[in-house]
């Protein structure tokens, strides 16, 4: 009869932050690209020798390096997931108070061993499947950190800001322009109610004409109406 396999407990707390304190300094192999010098090989046996550090801690239960690696991706994907999502209540805010959940301590801290790029892929909507290395070498050979999440929060929000700058800059431009397009406007209405002016000064004159030419014709008529009553008596007298 097989017998049944034991299922291992979960990991602890200790086990969890000893895993990113490990992590974190083997980094820059275990994360690295792989080379002459850095093999999946030379990556197993990284991953084997935290398993063994961590198996000091637990009292009996062991893990192997297999299952370290997979508890560290489990891990990163949550704190992946969380901290894309606070990054994009962030912008969708603009930097107001945030409906995403905090991130845990521990999960902090993974998010510093990941890296900016990690987490971007999953604010983009691609969760990156390999963590990239985060040290990036500079003059002389030498490993350049990437700054806390602490900072980079302070950084993201200078962007919102900068952002924010950017549409009321934007916002004040359209006023402007409204501002203008009104004036021209105004001024549009103003030639219109002068031409209104004219054309009625134009009609008034053209009634007082009409009036004088109708004045005239009824006066001529009164002339030759008498004219013919004068020539009509002087007839009949004679």
Do not use: Y
């Not at 063994?52 to 009996?60: A, D, P």
């Amino acid at each position: 009869m097989a017998l049944e396999r034991k299922k291992s407990s979960n990991f602890s707390k200790r086990e969890t932050e000893m895993l990113v304190e490990e992590v974190e300094s083997k980094r820059d192999v275990l994360f690295a690209k792989f080379s002459g010098s850095v093999t999946n090989e030379s990556k197993r046996k990284l991953w084997e020798e935290i398993a063994m550090k961590l198996n000091g801690l637990n009292g009996g239960e062991l893990r192997t390096g297999k299952m370290v690696k997979k508890k560290w991706q489990d891990m990163a994907s949550i704190a992946k997931r969380k901290e894309a999502g606070r990054l994009r209540e962030a912008m969708l805010t603009g930097g107001g108070i945030s409906a995403a959940p905090p991130l845990s301590a521990d999960e902090i801290k993974v998010v510093d061993v990941l890296g900016p790029v990690a987490v971007e892929g999953v604010v983009n909507g691609i969760d990156t499947a390999d963590v990239k290395p985060l040290p990036v070498p500079v003059d002389g050979g030498k490993l350049k950190p990437e700054p806390p999440l602490s900072l980079r929060k302070r950084s993201n929000a200078d962007e919102l800001l900068l952002l924010e700058e950017k549409r009321l800059n934007v916002h004040e431009e359209l006023l402007e322009v409204e501002r203008k397009r009104l004036l021209v406007e105004e001024k549009r209405l103003a030639v219109e109610e002068r031409r209104l002016a004219i054309e009625e000064q134009r009609l008034a004159l053209k009634l007082c004409k009409e009036a004088g030419q109708a004045f005239s014709v009824v006066q001529l008529g009164s002339e030759v109406s008498l004219q013919v009553s004068v020539v009509f008596f002087s007839t009949f007298n004679v």
